[in-house]
């Protein structure tokens, strides 16, 4: 197995967050790094700091210099901060100048803060970033929840857009064009290819799901399951 891979800076030796990462089956690399304590790949790195050092450099001003050569060298930069967090407010005179700054760096250089309270959390932090990096969102179609709501113009949305491929913006073309969802399903696996934005490969995927019987279909049911299926859509209601 090939074990996933970060490269430490040379200073980031005596921290101990090396040695953790190693027990985390992630295979650790050191170089003399310009920029960032580790790199996960070409888009991510982190910068490790305590949480003295991080609520200093926001007063004189390197924060915003590391985030300006973070930001610069990886499309996602991170910086975690390794300590109490709680203990921020008796390290700072004015809570709104500190958090005020903190917004504009994270926000100016698209800055992602991580908190760990110490060395075993940071190595944590570090090898989630390294056995994630290759995340990527989920299909805004697939994550909209059902409509709570009795609008139906919604629940017809909703219904086409479960559809493989589709999602809303899709469902709202395809209902466009033939006006309700039983019209839609209707269609065959040609004229679904012919509709705008969906293609050969995407009405195969639809005509399959819609045609294949269902894993648990039951050929013959007796009188008995049918009636308690009944009370149990009746109790649903």
């Known amino acids: 197995m090939i074990l996933p891979r970060v490269v430490a800076d040379e200073r980031e030796r005596q921290s101990g967050v090396p040695e953790r990462l190693s027990k985390l089956d992630v295979r650790v690399y050191f170089s003399q790094l310009a920029v960032a304590d580790y790199v996960v790949n070409p888009e991510i790195a982190a910068e490790r700091k305590s949480i003295s050092d991080f609520v200093s450099s926001v007063y004189d001003g390197r924060l915003f210099a590391q985030a300006s ?62 056995k994630n990096s290759r995340a990527r969102p989920i299909p805004p179609g697939l994550m909209q929840p059902p409509p709570k709501s009795k609008d139906e113009a919604q629940q017809q949305l909703y219904f086409v857009s479960s559809l493989p491929g589709v999602g809303m913006k899709l469902a709202k073309r395809m209902l466009g064009r033939y006006g309700t969802p039983r019209r839609v399903v209707a269609l065959t696996e040609a004229q679904l290819s012919m509709i705008p934005g969906v293609g050969a490969k995407r009405a195969s995927k639809i005509a399959r799901v819609l045609d294949n019987k269902y894993a648990g279909w039951q050929e013959q049911e007796s009188p008995e399951q049918v009636k308690l299926e009944a009370e149990e859509v009746e109790e649903d209601e």
């Open 69 to 130: 050569a973070l930001a610069s060298s990886y499309r996602k930069p991170y910086i975690i901060v390794e300590g109490d967090v709680t203990k921020v407010g008796g390290m700072v005179k004015n809570l709104a100048s500190y958090y005020g700054a903190l917004a504009a760096v994270t926000l100016a250089y698209d800055l992602r803060l991580m908190h760990t309270a110490n060395a075993d959390e940071t190595a944590l932090a570090i090898a989630s970033l390294v």
